[in-house]
C-alpha cells in the first residue's frame, strides 16, 4: 500500500513507533518503515542488542542515530533476540537504502503470537487514517 510518498507492504505488521513485523512461524523480523527511514534521514549507526536479550512488546531495546535524530527501537512483540543484522555495524544506511529488505535490524523468537493483535495491518481500515494523522504531525514539528 502506498500513503503519498511512502511505501507499507500489505504482508507485514505495523507498531504505532513506526517499525515493522514480519512474521515467519514463531519468529518476527523487525525493522524501520520506510516512513521512519524517510523522516529520520541518512542512518548513521545502530546500536545492535546482544543476543538471547529477552525484549517486551512497545519496551525500547535499543537505539538508532541518524544526521538529524537519535531515537530508540521498540520491540514489535515480546520474546528473545535470535538473530541481529550484523551488516548494520558496517552499513547503517542499508535502513535507508532497503528498509524492508536488507535493512532489517532483529529477529526475534515470539513468545506470545496472540501479541499481533496488537498490531496494525496495511490493509486494515484505519491503518491509511492513522498514518496521515502521523505525516501531518511531524509536518507541523
Known amino acids: 500500500m502506498r500513503i503519498q510518498e511512502y511505501e507499507f507492504p500489505e504482508d507485514l505488521y505495523y507498531d504505532r513507533n513506526h517499525y515493522w513485523a514480519r512474521v515467519e512461524g514463531e519468529v518476527v523480523t523487525q ?32 537505539s538508532v542515530e541518524s544526521g538529524k535524530w537519535v531515537g530508540r527501537v521498540y520491540a514489535t512483540v515480546t520474546g528473545t533476540i535470535i ?27 515470539m513468545s506470545d503470537p496472540k501479541e499481533l493483535d496488537n498490531l496494525l495491518r496495511a490493509s486494515e481500515p484505519g491503518f491509511e487514517e492513522f498514518m496521515l494523522g502521523e505525516i501531518e504531525k511531524h509536518k507541523r514539528e
Open 83 to 109: 538473530e541481529v543484522n550484523e551488516e548494520l555495524e558496517y552499513d547503517a544506511a542499508l535502513i535507508n537504502k532497503e528498509p524492508y529488505g536488507r535493512g532489517w535490524i532483529v529477529k526475534i523468537k
Open 31 to 62: 525493522g524501520t518503515t520506510d516512513y521512519a527511514q524517510k523522516m529520520a534521514g541518512q542512518f548513521a549507526y545502530v546500536a545492535l542488542p546482544r543476543l538471547g536479550r529477552m525484549v517486551e512488546q512497545g519496551k525500547s531495546f535499543t
